[in-house]
């Protein structure tokens, strides 16, 4: 038997932000905590949030707290912005950090606690305060996700919540909310959701369902993400790039991820470096390895990138797919060497991250486990 989870209402496509009021009126919420960054608060997308709330005389106050990697003082920061202003549910505007705050913050708001006792596994007892999550970046897929990633600043780790309790009520995927999103930012966030359908495709706890949504994610990226990233205003490919995120969103959701997420998440924390372009440069690395033990489960993502696979082997595909990864994130700018990214090798700590990247919760969604030596290994080769 398998358990799929999606949010119960998704708003998609040009436009859907404006409809979004009525529904959140229909649910007789009165007062809203937007959680956000301050890049999103001083842009043109929130006002575009607040413009229906106000049509639908729903009150609102605005916390812009969130850092590009979560803190648990921003979840702190944000639950005491809830609770002093009488809010009775939330509205989270941005891509992943904000989207994984409003979790965390919805999870403590209705179960108490401190955000290090929902690490790991459905941790929390009581459903989160409910979540309005509302989407501007076409990678992370949060906005529909049961997970949640928060970083302890004094283990200085990323720790990541799967809580079927912290699924948002309503998502919204609105293309026209992405099209200001410079062409890094668009790059690092679709080579993540290229990484959250790659893994669920191999891991072994993919199924009939999520196999599908993972086929159809890749073939959108591979297709739409360089077009995205060379012309933001391309309408056409930033609402193909919301339909792969919300396929791939659901596969990984129910699927699981994988050993590159695991590895992506210490990167975050101690360094502070991109979660995308970390799951860009750690893909190929940690998907050659998995190929040679579980060759045949790259045939599909070798067809969904163009090969006719007809006549190949498991390993023609295996290879094949790889390239065309390394192919698909050269094209859009993505670092190769963390040395790009400012980080000698003489001052990385190889054993702290690794030993870190064991314990993460999506390493068991891997094809195999690795050893401490061999996660050493897969580090070094990002130098």
Do not use: W
């Not at 965390?104 to 006792?117: E, F, H, L, R, V």
């Not at 470096?273 to 440069?281: E, R």
Request: one cysteine or more; hydrophobic letters at 40%; proline letters at 5%.
């Amino acid at each position: 038997m398998s358990v799929f989870y999606v949010p119960s209402v998704n708003l998609i496509g040009k436009g859907v932000i404006n409809e979004f009021g009525a529904h959140v009126k229909e649910l007789g919420f009165k007062k809203a905590l937007i959680v956000t960054d301050h890049y999103i608060a001083s842009s043109d997308i929130l006002p575009k949030v607040i413009k229906p709330l106000e049509a639908e005389g729903i009150e609102y106050v605005v916390f812009e707290g969130v850092d590009p990697n979560p803190s648990c003082k921003n979840v702190y920061d944000g639950l005491a912005a809830l609770q002093e202003n009488g809010c009775d549910f939330i509205i989270s505007v941005g891509g992943g950090s904000p989207q994984d705050a409003a979790s965390c913050i919805s999870i403590m708001a209705t179960n108490g606690g401190k955000p290090q006792d929902y690490e790991g596994l459905h941790k929390s007892k009581e459903k989160g305060l409910p979540v309005v999550a509302i989407n501007t970046t076409a990678g992370t897929s949060a906005e529909i996700t049961i997970n949640y990633v928060i970083t302890d600043e004094e283990r200085k780790v990323k720790m990541v919540m799967v809580d079927k309790n912290s699924l948002a009520l309503i998502s919204v995927n609105d293309p026209e909310l992405m099209v200001s999103k410079p062409a890094n930012l668009t790059a690092a966030t679709g080579m993540d959701a290229l990484t959250h359908a790659v893994e669920a495709l191999v891991t072994p706890g993919a199924y009939g369902v999520t196999k599908k949504l993972s086929i159809g994610a890749i073939e959108l990226i591979k297709e739409f993400l360089p077009r995205a990233v060379a012309n933001g205003h391309d309408i056409e490919a930033r609402e193909a790039m919301v339909n792969a995120i919300f396929l791939g969103g659901m596969a990984f959701n129910n699927a699981g991820l994988g050993y590159v997420h695991s590895m992506a998440h210490q990167l975050g924390a101690v360094y502070h470096l991109p979660h995308g372009v970390c799951c860009a440069m750690l893909l190929p690395v940690v998907e050659r390895e998995n190929a040679k033990r579980v060759p045949a489960a790259f045939r599909n993502v070798a067809k969904a990138l163009g090969l006719h696979t007809e006549g190949k082997t498991d390993e023609d595909c295996a290879a094949y797919a790889i390239s065309e990864i390394e192919t698909l994130s050269e094209m859009v700018g993505i670092p190769k060497k963390l040395t790009e990214l400012g980080i000698e090798e003489k001052d990385f700590d190889f054993e702290y991250l690794s030993k870190n990247a064991l314990i993460d919760a999506c390493a068991p969604g891997n094809p195999f486990m690795p050893t401490l030596e061999e996660t050493i290994a897969l580090y070094k080769e990002l130098f």
